[in-house]
């Protein structure tokens, strides 16, 4: 990611399909000041006295968090998740959420953390900071198949060594913009009890895009065998790196009882950040109560010009790309029907090489797929962003890109 970060600064002219982030243009400093107004007056309204106030926007706080109440209230009312405020962390983002997580599960070399991949590199980040080598699962073109995961499983048992969790973003996933069908959901549920795993179920990108909404694998969880990772950076934003983790997973306690595992990771948490920043915690909380938890009405008009993004950009490919040209060079794509991103398959390594050919001869840049598999793969892929670019830039930057593959493949 260095790399790719590098060839960006340095072909600032280069359209870039690269970067996973929201669209700047919903950003409104104002909106900051009256998010936090609004939980300023929440608290107010709730009885707490103006130095309470005071406390609970400049000092420390809980390490488990401030605002797991509304954030509850939110999952109830937009992913039908019901869960009580003790089962919720607030993290520094999704990132520490993962990072808690995985200290927590992964004791010992031993134990097995199992990866969809491709996968983000977040997860896959945060395992290696821990010294832990993730067991690749490869997803199939239309993504997860709970066959793959069982056999992985079983293998991982046949070397003595004890699965712990699955980590998958069932949702428009990051790199491969796939989509889980409800049926696989219900299945990885029924394999994840059968098998005693639990699942890390990572989407951020749900409600940033059009509904319908499919149910979250934590809505279906009757077992309590989902850990929900979420983050704010997409549905409000990046900046204020705040995220949660819901753990509801009784686990035995120093007193020889039982508590939510949330509290396990909020006290490894107390080691790691001490706690969310409350003034971040503070606006978040004010875009919830601004929308009475419903995150999806809020993020409605972003969802819809992330897939008018992603329709153009589909659009534009089967223009450059017409079913029989495609098919003379080898090239094809899938077409996510939300979030970010899509992949095209190319009929050459689409390496740091090609890519800094790319960036320098044809001015566009995009991000090699072989980054976000944990061991070998994706050396002909690449993925797509399409969340950052107007349309303009859209229509432009795949006619560059199309320059660039057929002059790679004619090569």
């Known amino acids: 990611m260095n790399f790719l970060n590098e060839v960006t600064f340095r072909y600032p002219e280069a359209i870039s399909f690269a970067p996973g982030r929201p669209y700047d243009g919903f950003f409104d400093v104002d909106q900051v000041f009256a998010y936090l107004h609004e939980y300023i007056d929440h ?137 889980m069908p409800v049926h696989t959901r219900h299945e990885l549920l029924d394999l994840a009890r059968r098998e005693d795993i639990l699942i890390l179920e990572d989407s951020p990108y749900r409600l940033v895009s059009p509904a319908p909404y499919l149910p979250t694998l934590k809505s279906l969880d009757r077992d309590r065998r989902v850990v929900h990772l979420g983050s704010y950076s997409k549905t409000a934003f990046p900046g204020a790196r705040v995220g949660f983790a819901v753990a509801d997973q009784l686990v035995a306690d120093r007193t020889g009882g039982t508590g939510p595992l949330a509290a396990e990771l909020a006290k490894i948490k107390s080691m790691v950040t001490v706690n969310t920043s409350p003034l971040s915690q503070a606006v978040v909380a004010g875009m919830l109560l601004t929308c009475q938890g419903r995150v999806s009405e809020l993020n409605a008009k972003a969802a819809d010009y992330y897939a008018t993004a992603m329709r153009s950009t589909l659009r534009q490919l089967e223009r450059c790309f017409p079913a029989d040209r495609r098919a003379a060079l080898g090239v094809r794509w899938n077409t996510p029907a939300g979030g970010f991103f899509l992949t095209m398959r190319v009929p050459f390594r689409a390496g740091n090489a090609a890519l800094a050919r790319s960036a320098e001869e044809f001015g566009v840049i995009w991000t090699p797929m072989s980054y976000f598999y944990p061991g070998d793969g994706g050396e002909y892929g690449i993925r797509l962003s399409v969340s950052y670019l107007s349309e303009e830039e859209i229509t432009e930057g795949i006619l560059r890109l199309a320059r660039f593959i057929v002059a790679e493949t004619e090569k």
């Open 43 to 179: 608290l107010a309204a709730g009885g707490s006295s103006a130095d309470r106030i005071r406390d609970a926007i400049f000092q420390y706080g809980p390490t488990a968090g401030r605002i797991q109440e509304l954030i509850a209230n939110s999952l109830r009312e937009d992913e039908g998740i019901d869960v009580g405020p003790e089962s919720i962390v607030v993290t520094v983002g999704c990132q520490e959420a993962m990072f808690l997580v995985l200290r927590a599960l992964i004791a010992g070399p031993g134990d097995v953390l199992l990866v969809s991949s491709p996968c983000y590199v977040g997860m896959t980040g945060a395992a290696r900071l821990l010294d832990i080598e993730p067991t690749a699962v490869e997803e199939r073109e239309d993504g997860l198949c709970c066959a793959d995961l069982e056999e992985a499983i079983r293998k991982e048992r046949a070397r003595g060594r004890r699965p712990r969790a699955f980590y998958v973003v069932p949702d428009h996933s990051n790199p491969a913009g796939t989509t």
